[in-house]
């Protein structure tokens, strides 16, 4: 893969890079709290006395772009990890500091990262459009997990590792998630009729069962990796969650309103 990214990645000079935000864990949890504050209070009291927002082109531009920033994602990360093979996929660590990919760990967790604070804008939307359904707790908590969980990770115990995996199934299931935000916005007319909605669901369980099976399977064939047990332990935790949050949506969302029509 001889790609432009490549270049810059491999040409940034060696030693920490400063990112922005990344530093400390401090503004992700500030954006966080502002975040909760707008969605659940300033937002709502500010459009109490307001018409909802129409939003078609803002949200046609943003979800559009959050497919071409998964897309490119997930393949930088699938040659990384597949092609180029730079992690043990058996106990994946994080890169020492003189590891001549150690700044393309850096820089795409810090791409990804970013991204998890641009994906706080959809519940922007639908405040602005007063959509206040949508805006479930399941919907909250994964936002909320996944901005602060890469700046306390990267903090703690350093970017990429074992989380790697899990930014790559997550740039997936948002390349196919965004895309039918975007369908669904362009032609509102045939929302009903886009079929694979359903599978979005069925992709965020079947990715957060691998991370599952990932983390099982490395603390039970590999016990001598050092990737830290903690955040093995992290990670099947809210695995567990996330399997049983999304079942339970898709269960009250699809089965259970198919079974009400027969």
Known sequence: MNSTLLH???GLPKGKLYLPLMGTPIPSVVIVLAYLLLIFKVGPDFMKSRKPYNLRTAMLIYNL??????????????????VKKTYNLCCMEVLPLNHPDKNAERLMTYAFFLNKLADLMDTIFFVL??????????????????????PFVNYFYGPGAQYGLMAHLNSFVHVVMYAYYFASAWYPQVKSKLWWKEYITKLQILQFVILLAQSILTMTLNPGCTFPRTLQLTQLSLSVSMIVMFGNFYYQTYLKAKSKQH
């Open 8 to 10: 810059f990645f491999h």
């Open 65 to 82: 772009s959050q497919v071409f920033m998964n897309f490119i994602f997930f393949v930088m990360s699938a040659y990384y990890l597949f």
């Open 129 to 150: 459009r007063k959509s206040y359904k949508q805006i479930t707790v399941l919907h909250v908590y994964h936002h909320v997990l996944m901005a602060l969980g890469v």
